[in-house]
């Protein structure tokens, strides 16, 4: 059974850092690119960053471009997100998600894997 387990999240004011980690388990994804996403209540879920597997290039929405930066290790079936200056606007539900296809991370449509999500929440 293939499974995305994500850590990190918490409650932290404006302007502070927090580290996000995502473990995959049930089979190697380190061929596979992996990424985030974010949902706000009572908005739709947003596309946060990706990372290839190969080339290691990184990908990133706009909101978040300068402030988060996205990184894996292979070896550990792991993707890490640093999330620094963050906003209020930033607090979310952040989901891991994991799909051969790097068009479907970046787009959030026919995603194959996803995570149960973890809360951040940046206070003013």
């Known amino acids: 059974q293939v499974q995305l387990v994500e850590s990190g999240g918490g409650l932290v004011q404006a302007g502070g850092s927090l580290r996000l980690s995502c473990t995959a388990s049930g089979r190697t994804f380190s061929r596979h690119p992996m990424g985030w996403f974010r949902q706000a209540p009572g908005k739709e879920r947003e596309f946060v960053a990706a990372?290839?597997?190969?080339?290691?290039?990184?990908y990133y929405g706009d909101s978040v471009k300068g402030r988060f930066t996205i990184s894996r290790a292979n070896a550990k079936n792991t993707v890490l997100l640093q999330m620094s200056s963050l906003k209020p606007e930033d607090t979310a539900v952040y989901y891991c998600a994991a799909d051969p296809r790097l068009s479907a991370l970046i787009t959030g449509q026919g995603v194959d894997y996803w995570g149960q999500g973890t809360q951040v929440t940046v206070s003013s």
């Open positions: 990372i290839s597997w190969s080339t290691g290039t990184t």
